[in-house]
């Protein structure tokens, strides 16, 4: 492959940019969301502050669902160019889009683990004895039941 150095870069870029906009601008409208961003990202990989490629990278991720990539194209591009309107209107829209995930995704998982756990406080008395054994293997020892001795009860009886 011939590299390009110099001018003869430039005017490379010169004609190369505009292409991958305009194919990403189709490919938004088709509704080719990941090759619009991939065009325009191909732009912002020669110039990372270009306001259009910024632009439309952020609708195609937006459009993929991809709305934390999409605010920080846009949030990008309105440290560029703050008087845009349209880049105002898409932040706006997609904080707005933002809340509503957070809303129903902290409502999708609310209680996803069950109710929290009630700790229940323990008397220094009940955890350890004088001689340092637990009090599950006193009640053990003096011929109360521990859980294997009651589960394999529950099997014989079941038997």
Do not use: C, W
Not at 73 to 80: G, S
Not at 133 to 158: K, L, P, Y
Request: cysteine-free; glycine content about 8%.
């Amino acid at each position: 492959m011939l590299q390009l150095q110099g001018p003869h870069l430039d005017k490379a870029e010169d004609v190369t940019n505009p292409v991958y906009l305009n194919m990403a601008a189709v490919q938004i409208k088709i509704g080719d969301y990941a090759t619009a961003a991939h065009n325009a990202t191909q732009v912002l990989m020669r110039d990372p502050k270009h306001l259009k490629a910024l632009f439309r990278r952020g609708k195609a991720r937006a459009a993929m669902g991809r709305t934390e990539e999409a605010l920080q194209d846009f949030t990008q591009a309105a440290t560029i160019d703050p008087s845009d309107r349209e880049i105002q209107k898409e932040l706006r829209a997609l904080k707005q889009l933002q809340k509503k995930e957070q809303k129903a995704g902290a409502k999708l998982f609310k209680g996803a683990l069950g109710p929290p756990p009630n700790p229940k406080p323990a008397n220094a008395s009940e955890i350890s004895g004088a001689d340092g054994s637990s009090s599950t293997s006193r009640s053990a020892a003096a011929g109360g039941s521990s859980r294997s001795h009651s589960s394999r009860e529950a099997v014989a009886e079941a038997g």
